[in-house]
């Protein structure tokens, strides 16, 4: 059984910065992927960034150049490191892993507010 544990959502102002963490925990070989989506109000869950085990790295557009994913692979552990917030982030950001095999595991999400 796999677990992931988030933290570090909360409120911000616009122009302002948060850091997201993920880790994983339990019966894991390896991990393939990890990634952060987020959803808004009334929205479809959609793609923030995701990071492979090999390096590679993928954001959205709304994000690009603010947003940083970042994994720690010892420690099992995604960041986002998010700058120049605006109130259109405002979401549930939830946390992805994806393990060969056994497939795709969610978060349970953290609440970020951006007020404008």
């Known amino acids: 059984q796999v677990q992931l544990v988030e933290s570090g959502g909360g409120l911000v102002q616009a122009g302002g910065s948060l850091r997201l963490s993920c880790a994983a925990s339990?019966?894991?070989?390896?991990?393939?992927?990890m990634g952060w989506y987020r959803q808004a109000p009334g929205k479809q869950r959609e793609l923030v960034a995701y990071s492979t085990s090999g390096g590679y790295t993928n954001y959205a557009d709304s994000v690009k150049e603010r947003f940083t994913i970042s994994a720690d692979k010892a420690k099992r552990t995604v960041y986002l490191q998010m700058t120049s917030l605006k109130p259109e982030d405002t979401a549930v950001y939830y946390c992805n892993v994806e393990i060969p095999i056994f497939g795709d595991f969610w978060g349970q999400g953290t609440q970020v507010t951006v007020s404008s």
């Open positions: 339990g019966s894991i070989f390896s991990i393939s992927t």
